[in-house]
C-alpha cells in the first residue's frame, strides 16, 4: 500500500482521508433483516429464495409476446426466437 494516496508508507492514513468527512445517507445506510430481502441486480433476494423484480418481468412478458407474435406471423425464424428468449 505504499505509495496510495489513503495510506503513508506505514499503512497509517494519509492526507486525502483528513480532507474528506463521511457521509451518513439516510436511506440505502438503514440496517434492515435479511428476512426483508436485497435488491440484487434485477432479484430481491431472500435467505430461502429470490424474486425477480416485477419491472423486469413485465419487460420480458412483454418482449416475449412480441417475439411471438412475429414468429406466428413468419417475421422471423424459430432460430431467432428461440435466441430472443
Known sequence: MAGHPLYG?????GRA???LSPQV???????????CGVPWLSFVVYPSHRLLKRR????FTRRLRRNLDAYQAWEIS????????
Do not use: K, L
Not at 25 to 34: D, K, N, R, S, T
Open 9 to 13: 508508507p506505514n499503512g497509517s492514513q
Open 17 to 19: 482521508s483528513r480532507t
Open 56 to 59: 423486469n418481468a413485465a419487460h
Open 78 to 85: 424459430f432460430a431467432e426466437f428461440d435466441a430472443s428468449v
Open 25 to 35: 445517507h439516510e436511506g440505502p445506510a438503514q440496517v434492515v433483516p435479511i428476512r
